[in-house]
């Protein structure tokens, strides 16, 4: 079974531009997760999908961020315009059910310049 | 609001010695999961061991094990015969029990093994 993959792996824009990041959740997981991590900090959750559906988007930080997962299958994650506070770790996570483990991916490292 | 505190930073172990990594956390809830994940460097971050509240019985896999003091909120883990490849950044996490929670995570532990 293939794990939840996240792409890119690596990202570096600059302050102002666009930058979409993508989230392949493990095949048959209804439920997928952001998070992020800024500079030495912890991680810290953004939102929750489950299929299609926005369950919890309380950890956005602010309306520059979008996040879609249009058919429930793969989701993405818009930062427009980029900040240079956004710079960090962006990790997608997943799970089949809502009570079971959350699967990490590796993760797509953003740098703002 | 829940929080998960993870005071050492950095830690540093010989091969095949014990170590034993911090959580604290505090919650008002009764029923919850807690976790230890590990993230290797440049590689995914995988579960290392979940615990239950309600449960009494330290979890355990392998070498790997849990002591879980719920009275003082407190959730350490510790590593037996320690690897090369246990070498990673170590996150404590918290969930509440309902379907779907998200998790919170303490700051981490960058874990180092000494050959």
């Known amino acids: 079974e293939a794990g939840v993959t996240q792409f890119p792996s690596h990202s570096v824009i600059e302050k102002g531009q666009t930058v979409t990041l993508r989230c392949d959740p493990i095949?048959?997981?209804?439920?997928l997760y952001w998070y992020r991590r800024v500079m030495g900090k912890e991680i810290k959750f953004l939102l929750h999908?489950?299929?299609?559906?926005?369950?919890?988007e309380s950890g956005m930080p602010n309306n520059r961020f979008l996040a879609e997962r249009t058919g429930g299958t793969y989701s993405t994650l818009k930062v427009q315009p980029a900040e240079l506070e956004d710079s960090g770790v962006y990790f997608c996570?997943?799970?089949?059910?809502?009570?079971?483990?959350?699967?990490f991916g590796d993760g797509t490292r953003l740098s703002i310049l | 609001a829940q929080t998960v505190t993870q005071s050492q930073p950095e830690m540093s172990v010989q091969e095949a010695e014990t170590v034993t990594l911090s959580c604290t956390y505090d919650?008002?809830?009764?029923?919850?999961?807690l976790f230890w994940y590990k993230q290797p460097p440049s590689r995914q971050m995988i579960l290392v061991i979940r615990?239950?509240?309600?449960?009494?019985q330290n979890a355990t896999e392998n070498r790997f094990s849990v002591n879980f003091q719920k009275a003082a909120k407190s959730f350490s883990l510790k590593i037996s015969d320690s690897q090369l490849g246990d070498a990673a950044m170590y996150f404590c996490?918290?969930?509440?029990?309902?379907?779907?929670?998200?998790?919170?995570f303490g700051e981490g532990t960058q874990l180092t093994v000494n050959p």
């Open positions: 996570a997943s799970s089949r059910q809502g009570n079971q483990p959350q699967h």
């Open positions: 095949s048959g997981h209804d439920n």
């Open positions: 999908f489950v299929k299609e559906s926005k369950q919890d």
């Open positions: 919650t008002s809830e009764s029923d919850y999961y």
């Open positions: 615990q239950e509240a309600y449960k009494q």
């Open positions: 996490a918290y969930r509440r029990e309902a379907s779907g929670s998200r998790l919170t």
